[in-house]
């Protein structure tokens, strides 16, 4: 089965959330911090590609990030990819 991985960069506003609390919020939903192109990273168990359930699950978790981050005053960016054919590097904080 392809895997998957959503990368997220975050842009801090000065009257935001500290990265702090934008990190507990993340992990909390599973997301991992990583360093590199990007710096949080969400890594899928389905293939997304097969199965509106898949495509489902992706649009849950994306929704329910958006609004956990809603009132962090942050913006974000992401991008998918098959594990293993990023564009970059980046590296797991542990």
């Not at 958006?66 to 542990?94: I, M, P, Q, W």
């Amino acid at each position: 089965m392809t895997k998957y991985v959503t990368y997220m960069s975050v842009t801090l506003h000065p009257e935001g959330a500290n990265p702090t609390e934008i990190t507990r919020v993340l992990k909390n939903l599973g997301w991992k911090p990583v360093y590199g192109g990007y710096d949080y990273a969400y890594e899928w168990d389905k293939d997304l590609t097969i199965g509106r359930e898949n495509f489902d699950k992706y649009c849950d978790q994306i929704n329910t990030m958006h609004t956990s981050l809603k009132d962090l005053n942050v913006a974000y960016n992401l991008r998918t990819f098959e594990h293993g054919k990023e564009e970059f590097t980046t590296h797991y904080c542990y």
